[in-house]
């Protein structure tokens, strides 16, 4: 029962709805990320590196060929387009995350800061920051009496 209990907890509290909507966002924006790289930056990117489609290039080590038995013996090769595709595609979404981090980061120092008008600083921070400024006074007042 317990275990039920905490497990209501974590999902009223909004954890799990939180993480169910990033899951579905990051399933979303890699599809587009997908998207703007093999429709939109991967063709001028093969034309500059000749004719055909950057995933299809290799270097080929062992070409395809039949044994002595008849059987086929599969082709050797290194697929460097490939790799360069989704190295494109991990660069785009760890740019893009660090500039969600960055974005909210500045949101919260902006949030944090007592002094900042412009954002309605919560009761907690502003209670701290008095509690802050009155301990600076009493100990300048004890300083000067010492």
């Not at 997908?34 to 991967?42: A, C, G, I």
């Not at 055909?52 to 080929?60: A, D, E, F, P, R």
């Not at 790799?83 to 595609?89: A, G, L, R």
Request: avoid cysteine; glycine fraction near 6%.
């Amino acid at each position: 029962m317990k275990f039920f209990n905490e497990f209501k907890e974590f999902a009223v509290k909004g954890n799990m709805i939180d993480m169910a909507i990033g899951i579905i966002i990051g399933a979303a924006f890699s599809k587009v990320v997908d998207v703007l790289v093999k429709k939109v930056l991967l063709p001028p990117l093969s034309l500059l590196s000749g004719n055909g489609i950057l995933s299809n290039k290799k270097i080929i080590l062992r070409e395809t060929s039949k044994s002595e038995t008849g059987s086929i013996i599969d082709e050797v090769a290194i697929g460097y387009g490939e790799f360069i595709e989704v190295f494109i595609d991990f660069f785009i979404i760890a740019f893009t995350i660090f500039l969600v981090i960055k974005f909210m980061n500045r949101l919260r120092k902006k949030s944090e800061d007592s002094k900042d008008v412009t954002v309605v600083t919560p009761k907690d921070i502003e209670l701290l920051s008095k509690l802050t400024e009155l301990m600076e006074e009493q100990n300048k007042i004890l300083e000067k009496q010492s």
